[in-house]
């Protein structure tokens, strides 16, 4: 079976880091783009940014460029979201999703990795 | 960075129904848009892609039409299980973006 598996809910004060996971399996992890997308609480979707495995090559949205590390290991089929020091607004709904051969429409989702920030 | 907005943001509907959402475009993107399919506390999941392609596994009562600008999402005799929030999403350039949603409720 395809899928992506992620990593669980985390709690975090702000100034901290965090760094999220992604697991992909029944698939070469390596020949799919991986994207992050952003969904805060009762709102929609946000694209953040997007890696290719194979040879991590990443692009970010404008929007995250610059506030989050998109990353990933081949060698155990991971794709990463981290953050070096968290605000209050990091707090969402994080997904990975695969990105079809085809376009950049995202077939196969994570179920998602619950980030709250508070102090 | 490439706009889409959804309408209707809400959208009241019957089982049986055939209901329609339309998604326009802040300039043309041909056909790289796809529709996504999200219940409450679940991942989005995948209807449609390069605007009227439907996703392996998604019923055929799921279509989708449009290009350049402007795209419509059609269900044609609404399930119980349908009643979700949908999304569109340009393909045509990056950074990638998302509609802002129709919740459909019954």
């Known amino acids: 079976e395809v899928q992506l598996v992620q990593s669980g809910a985390e709690v975090k004060k702000p100034g901290e880091s965090l760094k999220i996971s992604c697991k992909g399996s029944?698939?070469?992890?390596?020949?799919?783009?991986i994207a992050w997308v952003c969904q805060m609480p009762g709102k929609g979707l946000e694209w953040m940014g997007i890696?290719?495995?194979?040879?991590?090559?990443?692009r970010y949205s404008p929007s995250f460029q610059g506030q989050v590390t998109i990353s990933a290991d081949k060698s155990i089929s991971t794709a990463y979201l981290q953050w070096s020091s968290l605000r209050a607004s990091d707090s969402a709904m994080y997904y990975c999703?695969?990105?079809?051969?085809?376009?950049?429409?995202?077939?196969?989702w994570g179920q998602g990795t619950e980030v709250t920030v508070f102090s | 960075d490439i706009q889409l907005t959804q309408s209707p943001s809400f959208l009241s509907a019957s089982v049986g129904d055939r209901v329609t959402i339309t998604c326009r475009a802040s300039?043309?993107?041909?056909?790289?848009l796809a529709w996504y399919q999200q219940k409450p506390g679940k991942a989005p999941k995948l209807l449609i892609y390069?605007?009227?392609t439907l996703q392996s596994g998604v019923p055929s009562r799921f279509g989708g039409s449009g290009s350049g600008t402007e795209f419509t999402l059609t269900i044609s005799s609404l399930q119980p299980e349908d009643f979700a929030t949908y999304y569109c999403?340009?393909?045509?350039?990056?950074?990638?973006?998302f509609g802002q949603g129709t919740r459909l409720e019954i």
């Open positions: 999703a695969r990105r079809k051969v085809t376009d950049d429409s995202l077939d196969i």
């Open positions: 029944g698939y070469t992890f390596t020949s799919y783009w």
């Open positions: 890696i290719y495995p194979g040879d991590s090559d990443t």
């Open positions: 300039q043309g993107i041909s056909s790289y």
């Open positions: 390069a605007a009227s």
């Open positions: 999403q340009q393909l045509n350039s990056y950074p990638i973006t």
